[in-house]
Every structure is written in structure tokens, then in C-alpha cells.
């Protein structure tokens, strides 16, 4: 089997593991199950669907990710990165419409696998990544203002300045008890972990939530009031025909949760690299990944992908093999089975709470902020990114912003291919000293230029209008250094050959030092410079330069 698309769970088990990483790897898959346990909950809610579809996508997913995945830590199941995606296919297309769509985009994440994508996904920007990030953060924030205030309003509206809009004029009904359960929640969550880290703030602070509003009544929604009983079972697989037509109406969604899903999980798998010294194979848990997508949908939950949280939750927790994320799918579902009864009473003010804690930590602000640091070319793809996803829509906001960032890379791509004059000024006897000491001087006749960087379509035009501007009327060689040159496209090849074919036409010679094999063969193949122009090093180079200029 070829090692790149086999399961790291396979890997482990014909290594072995031993007892005592066993241990580890259980304790930690239980302690990460209750740590998701309010998150799959609370992700299910503010994404428009019922409480129980979140804990059968933890369940389901996270199984088969840990199961089928490339990576020995991986944690899945529902984040919060899907709640805009997810919340917005349910509003114009129904539960139904977003169970389909996460079923394609099983597929295609699958395709993506296959193709071996999975390490160009890895290459996004980081500007791109951090703007849509925060982005997400500010909307998961937003969408919970109507749980944590208490606000008796209906459906929220979708679009960001709608749903503020609709705050405004709902503030009447302020519920000051949602909002204490809230700020009591986000206190907790946000604080117990200096007590403990062996159990999630996130856990006790829905406890304490939970048992004040049962004992003292206090007059709030939660689960019950709102959606009713929580299953106590996982429903049977449900088979979906999928004809043009419905492909046609779901691709763009699909395609959303594909491309979100593919990110999320690789980025995960990094940072737990980073973490743990280990080494994920990419393409195989893009693979995981579409199928654990496809198996949620048909067990009626919603997208899934790898959690960064409850990844490192996992890896502080001991586990280093995919045996802890299979017991967090166990324990989950032993939950379900056991106490989804009580889970009903849960104020979902608390579960805001939790949210909100969720999309600060999310948000990255120290990120966000460092990079108005750097130059304005990173700032202008970071502003763009995160106002395109908060006012309009996570698929506008990275497409644009990836087109943005293909330019301004083309940009700085054509700044870093430099052509630097390589001397500085004449000598007492005339003769022009090279910058870099190694070279001897050369003949004034001879002009000297070194590219640096890829000869590409971006920087082509500008290293034909500069060599055509800084010819001398006593030049009569221009000798080209191209030993900082890896590449070069077919605009660069036809930039050379005007600037060779402008040169001769005044009288000048053209020669090469330092090509690599591969363009010194492209050149010769394309008959824009002749062999013997191209010299291996600069040195030879004059040589041959000085034989010229001798001769008659």
C-alpha cells in the first residue's frame, strides 16, 4: 500500500504500542470527550440546527477521522469555523439542503485527497488565513448576542449589519439573568484552567449554570424550551440520490464547506506537528476527512473537520496515538446514550458564554494586530479578507483575497528580481571596480548586470526596461550574471530575446554567466542566445568577454 495515502492508525498498530501509552491515550480521549461535549452542543446551535446533530457529527466524524486520518493526534468533529458557512446554507436552503451539501463536499474534499492537493492547501497566506479567521471570530460573536442577552426576538437575520440592526431594536427585552448566566460562563471558562487543566472550564461553568437556573428557577431559555428532548441514540444511515440538478443548486455551498474543511484540518494537523515533532500525511487525512464528512451527513450531522482546540487539548492530555480520538468519539457517545437527559437544562445563555469565549480565542487579535507591523501590501490582504467575510461571505472573502494575494505576490516577486549594478564607481585609471570583491575589474566597454530571483512574467518587464535604459553610448558588451536565477517563464524568455535583439541592433553583444542547466537548455532550444555566449562562471565569462574585445 503506498505509504502516503495509509492510515496512521495503521502505522501505529504495526509499530505497537505500549501499555503505558495506552493509558495516556484513554485517559486523554476522555478528558477531550467531555471538553467537546459543550462545544458540539453549542457549535450545532449557533449553526441553526437542533443540539443532537452536533454531538452525532463529534461522534461520527470523530471517529473516522481518528480512524482513516494521517495524523496520530488529530481531534474531529464541528468547529466553529463552519457556524457562518453552515448558518447561512440552512437559512436559504434548509437542513435538508445542508445535508446534501456536506455530502458533496465529503466528495470533493475526498477528490482533493486523491489529486494530492493537500500540500498546496498547506501554502495558503497566512495574511489570508489570520483576516478570515478573525473574520469568522467577530461573526460566532455576533451571532450569540441574541442568547446572551436574552433578547426575545425571532429568527436573527444572516447578513452582519441586519443581525445588529435587529439587536437594536430588540434591546427592550433584555433578560439581565441570560446576561449574568453569561458573564458568570465566560468567567469560569476563561479562569478555571488556572485552578486545573485536567478539567475544562467550559464543563464546570455549564454545571454551575445548569443547576442555578434549575434550583433557583431562574426565567431563561435553554435546550428544552427551545428544541425539546436530546435524542438518546444515534439515527440509521439515510442514502441520498443526488441528480444534476441538485449538484447545480448545492455546488457553491459544497464547495465552501470543502475548501473551509480541507484548511481547517491541514492547519490543525500542523500545529500538532509543531507540537509533537511528528509528521502528518496530508493527502490521507484530506481523504479522512471527505469521508468522515460524507458518513455525518448520512447520519443526519453537519460539516466536520480537524478542532485546533481539542487537538492540543489532546496532545497535553498524553495522547500520541489515533486511540485517544477514537475514545473521544466513545466517550461522546456514551454521553448521548446516558445523559442526554439532563443536557436539555442547559441555559443556552451558558452556551453562548462558552461562544464567546470561543471566538476570542479564535480571533487571534495579537496576530490580527502584528501584522499592521509589516508592509501595506500584507495589511491591505488582512482588511480585505476579514471585512469581505464579516459584511458579505467567507467563499467571496477567500477568493478575492487569494486573488489579492496571487497579485501582490506577482508584485514582490517583481521587486525581489532585482537587477543590481555590480559596480560603483570608476577608478583613477579608469577602469570600473566590481561591488562583490571576488571579481577582478572589467573592461569600461563592458556594462555588468546580476538578476536576482525568478525571471517571470512579473519582474520580465521591468528587467527589459531597465537594462534598456541604463546602456551607455561606450558600451559594447553586456555581461549578464544568473546565478541567483531559478526559474524563468515564457514572458521572460521573450523579454530576453527583445532585449538581446534591441541590443545587437546597437552594436552590442550579449553574454550570459552562471545559467543553470535547465534555462541554459531553454535558451538553446528557443535559438534566442548562442551557446557560446552562455558561460559557466562570471570568470570565464571575461575570459571570453576580453577574447572578444580583442579581436578585430
Same mark, same amino acid.
Given at each position: 500500500?503506498?505509504?502516503?495515502?495509509?492510515?496512521?492508525?495503521?502505522?501505529?498498530?504495526?509499530?505497537?504500542?505500549?501499555?503505558?501509552?495506552?493509558?495516556?491515550?484513554?485517559?486523554?480521549?476522555?478528558?477531550?470527550?467531555?471538553?467537546?461535549?459543550?462545544?458540539?452542543?453549542?457549535?450545532?446551535?449557533?449553526?441553526?440546527?437542533?443540539?443532537?446533530?452536533?454531538?452525532?457529527?463529534?461522534?461520527?466524524?470523530g471517529?473516522?477521522?481518528?480512524?482513516?486520518?494521517?495524523?496520530?493526534?488529530?481531534?474531529?468533529?464541528?468547529?466553529?469555523?463552519?457556524?457562518?458557512?453552515?448558518?447561512?446554507?440552512?437559512?436559504?436552503?434548509?437542513?435538508?439542503?445542508?445535508?446534501?451539501?456536506?455530502?458533496?463536499?465529503?466528495?470533493?474534499?475526498?477528490?482533493?485527497?486523491?489529486?494530492?492537493?493537500?500540500?498546496?492547501?498547506?501554502?495558503?497566506?497566512?495574511?489570508?488565513?489570520?483576516?478570515?479567521?478573525?473574520?469568522?471570530? +467577530?461573526?460566532?460573536?455576533?451571532?450569540?448576542?441574541?442568547?446572551?442577552?436574552?433578547?426575545?426576538?425571532?429568527?436573527?437575520?444572516?447578513?452582519?449589519?441586519?443581525?445588529?440592526?435587529?439587536?437594536?431594536?430588540?434591546?427592550?427585552?433584555?433578560?439581565?439573568?441570560?446576561?449574568?448566566?453569561?458573564?458568570?460562563?465566560?468567567?469560569?471558562?476563561?479562569?478555571?484552567?488556572?485552578?486545573t487543566?485536567?478539567?475544562?472550564?467550559?464543563?464546570?461553568?455549564?454545571?454551575?449554570?445548569?443547576?442555578? +437556573?434549575?434550583y433557583?428557577?431562574?426565567?431563561?431559555?435553554?435546550?428544552?424550551?427551545?428544541?425539546?428532548?436530546?435524542p438518546?441514540?444515534?439515527?440509521?444511515?439515510?442514502?441520498?440520490?443526488?441528480?444534476?440538478?441538485?449538484?447545480?443548486?448545492?455546488?457553491?455551498?459544497?464547495?465552501a464547506?470543502?475548501?473551509?474543511?480541507?484548511?481547517?484540518?491541514?492547519?490543525?494537523?500542523?500545529?500538532?506537528?509543531?507540537?509533537?515533532g511528528?509528521?502528518?500525511?496530508?493527502?490521507?487525512?484530506?481523504?479522512?476527512?471527505?469521508?468522515?464528512?460524507i458518513?455525518?451527513?448520512?447520519?443526519?450531522?453537519?460539516?466536520?473537520?480537524?478542532?485546533?482546540?481539542?487537538?492540543?487539548?489532546?496532545i497535553?492530555?498524553?495522547?500520541?496515538?489515533?486511540?485517544?480520538?477514537?475514545v473521544?468519539?466513545?466517550?461522546?457517545?456514551?454521553?448521548?446514550?446516558?445523559?442526554?437527559?439532563?443536557?436539555k437544562?442547559?441555559?443556552?445563555?451558558?452556551?453562548?458564554?462558552?461562544?464567546?469565549?470561543?471566538?476570542?480565542?479564535?480571533?487571534?487579535?495579537?496576530?490580527?494586530?502584528?501584522?499592521?507591523?509589516?508592509?501595506?501590501?500584507?495589511?491591505?490582504?488582512?482588511?480585505?479578507?476579514?471585512?469581505?467575510?464579516?459584511?458579505?461571505?467567507?467563499?467571496?472573502?477567500?477568493?478575492?483575497?487569494?486573488?489579492?494575494?496571487?497579485?501582490?505576490?506577482?508584485?514582490?516577486?517583481?521587486?525581489?528580481?532585482?537587477?543590481?549594478?555590480?559596480?560603483?564607481?570608476?577608478?583613477?585609471?579608469?577602469?570600473?571596480?566590481?561591488?562583490?570583491?571576488?571579481?577582478?575589474?572589467?573592461?569600461?566597454?563592458?556594462?555588468?548586470?546580476?538578476?536576482?530571483?525568478?525571471?517571470?512574467?512579473?519582474?520580465a518587464?521591468?528587467?527589459?526596461? %531597465?537594462?534598456?535604459? +541604463?546602456?551607455?553610448?561606450?558600451?559594447?558588451?553586456l555581461?549578464?550574471?544568473?546565478?541567483?536565477?531559478?526559474?524563468?517563464?515564457? %514572458?521572460?524568455?521573450?523579454?530576453?530575446?527583445? +532585449?538581446?535583439?534591441?541590443?545587437?541592433?546597437?552594436?552590442?553583444?550579449?553574454?550570459?554567466?552562471g545559467?543553470?542547466?535547465?534555462?541554459?537548455?531553454?535558451?538553446?532550444?528557443?535559438?534566442?542566445?548562442?551557446?557560446?555566449y552562455?558561460?559557466?562562471?562570471?570568470?570565464?565569462?571575461?575570459v571570453?568577454?576580453?577574447?572578444?574585445?580583442?579581436?578585430?
Amino acid at each position: 500500500m503506498n505509504r502516503e495515502f495509509t492510515p496512521k492508525l495503521l502505522s501505529v498498530l504495526r509499530e505497537g504500542v505500549s501499555k503505558q501509552q495506552l493509558s495516556k491515550d484513554i485517559l486523554s480521549g476522555i478528558i477531550v470527550g467531555i471538553v467537546a461535549l459543550p462545544l458540539a452542543i453549542a457549535f450545532a446551535i449557533a449553526s441553526g440546527v437542533s443540539p443532537e446533530k452536533g454531538l452525532i457529527t463529534a461522534i461520527v466524524a470523530g471517529l473516522a477521522i481518528s480512524t482513516f486520518g494521517g495524523s496520530r493526534v488529530q481531534i474531529g468533529g464541528p468547529t466553529g469555523a463552519f457556524i457562518v458557512i453552515v448558518y447561512g446554507i440552512v437559512v436559504e436552503y434548509g437542513v435538508e439542503g445542508l445535508t446534501v451539501a456536506t455530502f458533496l463536499a465529503g466528495f470533493l474534499i475526498m477528490l482533493m485527497g486523491f489529486l494530492r492537493l493537500g500540500r498546496l492547501l498547506k501554502y495558503f497566506p497566512y495574511t489570508l488565513i489570520t483576516g478570515f479567521t478573525t473574520g469568522i471570530a +467577530v461573526i460566532i460573536f455576533s451571532s450569540q448576542i441574541k442568547d446572551l442577552l436574552g433578547l426575545e426576538m425571532e429568527a436573527v437575520p444572516a447578513p452582519f449589519i441586519d443581525k445588529w440592526a435587529a439587536y437594536a431594536g430588540h434591546l427592550s427585552s433584555f433578560n439581565p439573568y441570560a446576561l449574568g448566566i453569561g458573564l458568570v460562563t465566560i468567567l469560569i471558562t476563561l479562569y478555571f484552567p488556572k485552578v486545573t487543566t485536567r478539567v475544562p472550564g467550559s464543563l464546570i461553568a455549564i454545571l454551575v449554570a445548569t443547576w442555578a +437556573v434549575y434550583y433557583f428557577q431562574l426565567p431563561v431559555d435553554t435546550i428544552a424550551t427551545r428544541f425539546g428532548d436530546i435524542p438518546q441514540s444515534i439515527p440509521k444511515p439515510q442514502f441520498y440520490r443526488v441528480d444534476l440538478d441538485t449538484v447545480r443548486n448545492l455546488l457553491q455551498p459544497a464547495l465552501a464547506i470543502a475548501l473551509l474543511g480541507g484548511i481547517e484540518s491541514l492547519l490543525s494537523a500542523v500545529v500538532a506537528d509543531g507540537m509533537t515533532g511528528g509528521r502528518h500525511r496530508s493527502n490521507m487525512e484530506l481523504v479522512a476527512q471527505g469521508a468522515a464528512n460524507i458518513l455525518s451527513s448520512m447520519f443526519g450531522g453537519i460539516p466536520a473537520t480537524g478542532a485546533i482546540a481539542r487537538t492540543a487539548t489532546n496532545i497535553k492530555n498524553g495522547g500520541r496515538t489515533p486511540i485517544a480520538g477514537i475514545v473521544h468519539a466513545l466517550t461522546l457517545l456514551l454521553i448521548m446514550l446516558v445523559a442526554a437527559p439532563l443536557a436539555k437544562h442547559i441555559p443556552l445563555a451558558c452556551l453562548a458564554g462558552i461562544l464567546v469565549v470561543v471566538a476570542y480565542n479564535m480571533s487571534e487579535l495579537h496576530a490580527f494586530f502584528g501584522i499592521f507591523k509589516t508592509n501595506r501590501y500584507d495589511i491591505a490582504v488582512l482588511l480585505s479578507t476579514f471585512l469581505l467575510t464579516v459584511v458579505f461571505d467567507l467563499v467571496i472573502a477567500i477568493e478575492i483575497g487569494m486573488v489579492m494575494a496571487a497579485f501582490l505576490f506577482m508584485k514582490r516577486m517583481a521587486d525581489a528580481t532585482e537587477l543590481g549594478q555590480l559596480f560603483l564607481s570608476e577608478g583613477s585609471n579608469g577602469e570600473e571596480h566590481m561591488f562583490e570583491q571576488e571579481l577582478p575589474s572589467i573592461p569600461r566597454e563592458v556594462l555588468m548586470y546580476e538578476i536576482n530571483g525568478p525571471l517571470f512574467f512579473g519582474a520580465a518587464q521591468k528587467f527589459s526596461d %531597465t537594462l534598456k535604459n +541604463v546602456i551607455g553610448d561606450h558600451h559594447r558588451i553586456l555581461l549578464l550574471r544568473m546565478r541567483n536565477v531559478p526559474i524563468i517563464d515564457a %514572458t521572460g524568455m521573450q523579454r530576453l530575446k527583445e +532585449v538581446i535583439h534591441f541590443l545587437r541592433s546597437r552594436q552590442m553583444e550579449v553574454v550570459l554567466s552562471g545559467v543553470s542547466p535547465v534555462i541554459r537548455e531553454q535558451l538553446l532550444r528557443s535559438e534566442i542566445i548562442e551557446d557560446a555566449y552562455i558561460q559557466e562562471s562570471v570568470e570565464d565569462a571575461l575570459v571570453f568577454i576580453r577574447n572578444r574585445l580583442a579581436s578585430p
